[in-house]
Every structure is written in structure tokens, then in C-alpha cells.
């Protein structure tokens, strides 16, 4: 590990190409603590803040082969800040979901046509969903129903990681084209473990 460490980030990326684990290693023991930094100093949160750089690694192994037209450390400190906006960004999308969502609860409207249709709607979308192939459908209900972590799936189910990532974005993209832009608006709603509560 001690010749790793010394070699320059150019070498190290080289060696990256090429599958060498202890390349991405020594890329890792260099890079960690500084991104982690980084991060913390958008996020102030240090639990998110290493989620997000060890997103960052992981994404860096996974596409080992891909050119990197930058210098390592630009490229790593860029993808750090792209993860953390890209957070930043949902959350305050989620947020905006849920405050519409709480002003209609807190409006304690009685049953209507528009909710009767509401709730249809709610049961076209589980009707797609359990249209979804077994394994797919598993991995998406455990995600989303029970709140399951992609770790925990992986264990529950004897599958990767990896496997249950791409489960689930598949998945999506099934329900997306089933369901149409409308249906799946409802649905991303949904995933926010407020709007099917308050039905």
C-alpha cells in the first residue's frame, strides 16, 4: 500500500482503469477526509456528509473506466458538490410536496367525487405495481412499503446491493411508462410516505 500512496493521482487513475483495487484504495485513504470536509461544510451533517462521499467512491469504482477530462481532485471535489446539490435539490422538492399535501389534509374535507376518484387513482397504482415482475415487485415493495434500506434488502432477499439498486430503477421506469405523467406524479408523492396516509 505504501508505493500506492506514493504514486500521483494520474498513475493512481491509470491503475484505476485497469481493475486495480489497490489503486482505488490509495485514491480513497488520500481523498477521503478532504471531501469528507467538503461535504460537511455544505450539509452540516456529518452522517450525510459520509453517505455522500462514500457515494461518491462508490460511483468512482463503478465507472473506473470512464475518461476523466479533469485532474482527479477537481473531479472528485466537482462530483461531491453535484451530490450534495443534487440532496439538497430533492429535499426541497419533497418538502414542497409535503406542505401541499398537509394543506389538504388540514383541510378535513368530506368524501367527494374528486377524493372517490383520488383513492381510484391510489388503486390504479398498486394494481400496476403488483403487475411488476415477482423479483421486481419484491425488491420495490420493501423499498418503499416497508421502508427497507438497499443493505437490508440485499440481506433479506440474498442479492447485492447493486442488484437491489438496479431493481428499483427499473422498476420505476416500468411504473412511469405504465402509468403516464399524471399517475406517476401521484406515485413519486406516494414515495414520500405522506400522501397515501392521508387518504
Known amino acids: 500500500m505504501e508505493t500506492y500512496q506514493s ?3 494520474d498513475v493512481l487513475v491509470h491503475l484505476l482503469k485497469q481493475d486495480s483495487r489497490p489503486a482505488f484504495a490509495a ?8 471531501l469528507y470536509i467538503h461535504a460537511m461544510g455544505m450539509v452540516r451533517d456529518s452522517a450525510l456528509a459520509a453517505d455522500v462521499v462514500q457515494d461518491v467512491f462508490t460511483y468512482l469504482w463503478d465507472h ?18 453535484h451530490a450534495v446539490l443534487k440532496i439538497i435539490r430533492s429535499s426541497q422538492v419533497a418538502e414542497r410536496f409535503r406542505n401541499h399535501v398537509r394543506v389538504f389534509a388540514d383541510q378535513s374535507l368530506p368524501m367527494t367525487d374528486d377524493h372517490a ?6 388503486e390504479l397504482i398498486e394494481s400496476e405495481i403488483r403487475k411488476l415482475p415477482a423479483r421486481m415487485r419484491q425488491v420495490f415493495e420493501l423499498k418503499y412499503h416497508d421502508d427497507f434500506s ?4 440485499a440481506a433479506e432477499l440474498g442479492i447485492s446491493e447493486h442488484t437491489v439498486k438496479n431493481q428499483v430503477v427499473n422498476s420505476l421506469r416500468v411504473l412511469r411508462k405504465r402509468l403516464g405523467k ?7 408523492i406516494s414515495l414520500l410516505s405522506v400522501f397515501f396516509n392521508v387518504l
Do not use: G
Open 182 to 188: 399524471m399517475l406517476f406524479f401521484l406515485l413519486i
Open 7 to 9: 504514486y500521483a493521482d
Open 150 to 153: 438497499n443493505k437490508e434488502i
Open 27 to 34: 485514491i480513497y485513504a488520500r481523498y477521503f477526509d478532504r
Open 64 to 81: 473506473r473506466t470512464v475518461e476523466i477530462h479533469t485532474s482527479l481532485s477537481a473531479y472528485l471535489y466537482t462530483s461531491t458538490r
Open 117 to 122: 376518484r383520488l383513492q381510484e387513482l391510489q
